[in-house]
T-cell receptor
Framework: DAGVIQSPRHEVTEMGQEVTLRCKPI?????LFWYRQTMMRGLELLIY????????DSGMPEDRFSAKMPNASFSNLKIQPSEPRDSAVYFC???????????FGQGTRLTVV | AQTVTQSQPEMSVQEAETVTLSCTYD???????LFWYKQPPSRQMILVIR??????QNATENRFSVNFQKAAKSFSLKISDSQLGDAAMYFC??????????FGAGTRLTVKP
């Protein structure tokens, strides 16, 4: 398996634009997590899904952020409109419940100017 | 929500020496999992070691071992015979019975030759 695949690796956008980050989890995994990493706050859990259903989105910072998982092989995280303070590295991770450990993608570095 | 605290933003160690990274967590659950992940400059998240809360024996993986004190809610990582390749950010993580997974703010480890 190719592992968790995120795209794009880097994204630079202007303030106010919509940004879409994409994630393909490992085939067969039933949990998917979105994290945001910044120097100040470390790795924050934004939202996680189980069997494509959002379980806890309490970490989503505000209404500008939304995440969907339309099927078992794809999830996206949207920010609309984007702001400079959204600049961070966004990670997607997936896991099998019985394996417990999470496998991470390479992350998307987002810069909002 | 559970919280994970890493009180050492930065640590350094001399090559071949031993270093211990600290982690504490807050939970009311009895069944959970703890992890240490390593993040080198490549940004990849690499699992170093994991511990099941129901196991009293401390986990060990080659030069990496943990000191798991369940009553004190403490989970420290010991790196023996430190190598230059150990230099990275280290994140402590907690996975609950409900399966969300949360991370500490990280400790940046420098290894001096």
């Amino acid at each position: 398996d190719a592992g968790v695949i995120q795209s794009p690796r880097h994204e630079v956008t202007e303030m106010g634009q919509e940004v879409t980050l994409r994630c393909k989890p490992i085939s067969g995994h039933d949990y998917l997590f979105w994290y945001r990493q910044t120097m100040m706050r470390g790795l924050e859990l934004l939202i996680y899904f189980n069997n494509n259903v959002p379980i806890d989105d309490s970490g989503m910072p505000e209404d500008r952020f939304s995440a969907k998982m339309p099927n078992a092989s794809f999830s996206n995280l949207k920010i609309q409109p984007s702001e400079p303070r959204d600049s961070a590295v966004y990670f997607c991770a997936s896991s099998l419940r019985r394996q417990v450990r999470a496998f991470f993608g390479q992350g998307t570095r987002l810069t909002v100017v | 929500a559970q919280t994970v605290t890493q009180s050492q933003p930065e640590m350094s160690v001399q090559e071949a020496e031993t270093v211990t990274l600290s982690c504490t967590y807050d939970t009311s659950e009895s069944d959970y999992y703890l992890f240490w992940y390593k993040q080198p400059p490549s940004r990849q998240m690499i699992l170093v070691i994991r511990q099941e809360a129901y196991k009293q024996q401390n986990a060990t993986e080659n030069r990496f071992s943990v000191n798991f004190q369940k009553a004190a809610k403490s989970f420290s990582l010991k790196i023996s015979d430190s190598q230059l390749g150990d230099a990275a950010m280290y994140f402590c993580a907690y996975r609950s019975g409900t399966n969300d997974m949360r991370f500490g703010a990280g400790t940046r480890l420098t290894v001096k030759p």
